[in-house]
Structures are given as structure tokens and as C-alpha cells.
């Protein structure tokens, strides 16, 4: 048989989800390499509802019954386990997601959970968490606003904003709630950064876009002198 080689076209979400980790590592985070499977009981302490994920028919251990739905469950389990390990956590994981579907196979989406924590917490630790969203915003040419709307479970209510780009939300930045930190048994005080990858990559460039100068450009500093 002749014939020609079928092209492949590159999977531009796979090389997107390389470039992510690469930017975070590269600024100091800790890639957290976790299986697609959740413990019940971590996701029932989580507050999110087991009945909504997939359950394993033949699982290995019930602590691997489930398809994870959230990575919340698995970074609030790496963080209890490792707080005592060091002073300041800087992690991240960027892994799939199995959202169940009536009569067909469970949608998959690219979730990136990232995770800063330490003793104090507050204000500093909450600009160190938005330092990787501006890492990201300046690796892939882009800008983000933050919006306090519609805000999720695990986050603290007056500590938290959606992300917003091009006026699409895709995440999610804030300090975790205090009933999840007592769930967990969690000393220290974690901020987390969740972003929907799928919706995230279709704003981000490899190449700066050209945008024309101003013909009236604004002045940033306005110095008289006397």
C-alpha cells in the first residue's frame, strides 16, 4: 500500500498547559502530580456533593472511588500533609476534571488549581497569589480584572474576586474559608488561584498584539516646577 502520511495538527491546549507549568516553575512554584481518583470523604469535607461525581465500578481502594470533579479535595489534602514541611507553600497542579453526562462519556476539562500558604496569610500572601496570575498575564500577553461576583463555596466571602479576561470569568483568586481550614486541619492559611484552562486559552498569545499609539497619549506623572 501507498499513500501519504496523515498530518497531525498540534493539540494547541496541550502546548498551552506546557507553557503554564513551565512559566510557575520557573517562578519558584511546586507542581503537585496527583491521581484522577477521590476519596468520598475528602470530597463530603470539601462541601462539594459525591453523588455528582463518577463512581469507579471495580476501585482499587474506597479512597479511590471517585473521579475527581474539583482539584480543590487533593490540594487541601497536599497542604494538610505538608504544612509542617515548610514555612511558605507555593504549589500548583494543572490536571483533568470528569464532570458527568446523562447517557454519554464525562466531560473532561483542564483545570489549573494554584496554592500559596503560611502562618500569617492576609494581604501580603493574597499579593504573592495574584504575583502568578500577573506571571501568566505577562508570559501570555494578556489582562485580567478582578470582580468580586458569584463568588465559590470554598472561598472566604470578604477575601476573594472572580477573574475576569476580556469580560469571560475564568477563575477564581481568594483566601479558603475558614470551615474548609477547620475541615482539613489546616494551621497554616491558604489563598488559591482556580482557573478554568479551556476558557483561559483562548486569551492567551505567544506573540504581543500591536496596538496603535494614542494621537492625545496620557500623562501618567505630572511634575510642575516652580
Not at 494554584?114 to 496570575?133: N, S, V, W, Y
Request: some cysteine; glycine content about 4%; proline content about 6%.
Amino acid at each position: 500500500p501507498s499513500g501519504e502520511i496523515p498530518r497531525r495538527e498540534r493539540d494547541t491546549l496541550l502546548d498551552c498547559e506546557e507553557n503554564i507549568k513551565d512559566a510557575l516553575a520557573a517562578s519558584g512554584f511546586t507542581e503537585v502530580y496527583a491521581n484522577s481518583f477521590a476519596n468520598p470523604d475528602d470530597v463530603r469535607r470539601a462541601e462539594l456533593n459525591p453523588q455528582e461525581a463518577i463512581r469507579i465500578a471495580n476501585p482499587l481502594a474506597e479512597d479511590q472511588a471517585l473521579l475527581r470533579t474539583s482539584l480543590l479535595p487533593t490540594m487541601l489534602r497536599v497542604i494538610a500533609e505538608n504544612q509542617t514541611h515548610r514555612a511558605l507553600l507555593r504549589l500548583f497542579e494543572l490536571s483533568r476534571v470528569y464532570l458527568a453526562r446523562e447517557g454519554d462519556l464525562p466531560q473532561e476539562r483542564s483545570m489549573l488549581f494554584i496554592a500559596l500558604a503560611d502562618a500569617q496569610g492576609g494581604e501580603t500572601l493574597f499579593r504573592h497569589a495574584k504575583g502568578a496570575l500577573d506571571i501568566l498575564a505577562a508570559r501570555f500577553y494578556t489582562v485580567y480584572t478582578l470582580e468580586r461576583r458569584d463568588l465559590p463555596h470554598w472561598s472566604h466571602p470578604g477575601r476573594a474576586a472572580r477573574i475576569v479576561v476580556e469580560g469571560e470569568v475564568v477563575g477564581t483568586i481568594g483566601e479558603v474559608h475558614p470551615l474548609l481550614r477547620s475541615a482539613f486541619g489546616l494551621d497554616v492559611m491558604p489563598v488559591f488561584a482556580e482557573l478554568d484552562v479551556a476558557r483561559m486559552a483562548a486569551h492567551l498569545r505567544e506573540q504581543p498584539r500591536y496596538h496603535e499609539p494614542d494621537a492625545y497619549p496620557r500623562a501618567y506623572r505630572d511634575v510642575a516646577l516652580i
